[in-house]
């Protein structure tokens, strides 16, 4: 886990970014991910689909509270002005076309799910990332809860 953040850590480090030489024609490319909305109690499951020419590495974040992380530890990190912590990686699958998809499944989701979710992917020309929110809505409801 340790290895994984410092990897992280370099790669989102402006000093890092400065001296590397980045051809955005070959870094990976994430399809936009729509948001999602599941009932409480069933599995969500959060699609990241990346296109690259080399074998990407593909890792899936989590929004965390700032208060609950003041400071932050070694499982946060600062992604765009927002805290975030580390998942447990998923099983990436190789598709036609140079594609690489790494779903995020979340058993049993809780209002504790719901939130913002951030797929990070990397190859040795650079980085991309997209966002997308999962919304959890109660038995009862058919509404996202606020």
């Not at 994984?4 to 970014?17: G, R, V």
């Not at 980045?22 to 990346?50: A, F, R, S, Y």
């Not at 003041?70 to 805290?83: A, E, I, M």
Request: with cysteine.
């Amino acid at each position: 886990m340790l290895v994984l953040l410092m990897m992280i850590s370099a790669f989102l480090s402006k000093e890092s970014c400065r001296a590397l030489v980045m051809t955005n024609v070959d870094k990976p490319e994430i399809k936009i991910i729509p948001d999602t909305m599941v009932t409480e109690g069933n599995t969500g499951t959060l699609q990241c689909h990346v296109t690259s020419k080399t074998r990407p590495f593909i890792q899936w974040f989590k929004k965390v509270d700032d208060t609950l992380y003041n400071p932050p530890t070694d499982l946060t990190f600062d992604l765009n002005g927002q805290l975030f912590t580390v998942l447990k990686p998923g099983q990436m699958e190789e598709g036609p076309g140079n594609v690489y998809s790494s779903p995020l499944v979340l058993e049993s989701v809780t209002e504790a799910d719901e939130g913002l979710y951030a797929c990070l992917a990397s190859n040795r020309f650079g980085m991309s990332q997209q966002f997308t929110n999962l919304y959890i809505t109660s038995v009862l409801s058919t509404t996202p809860t606020p």
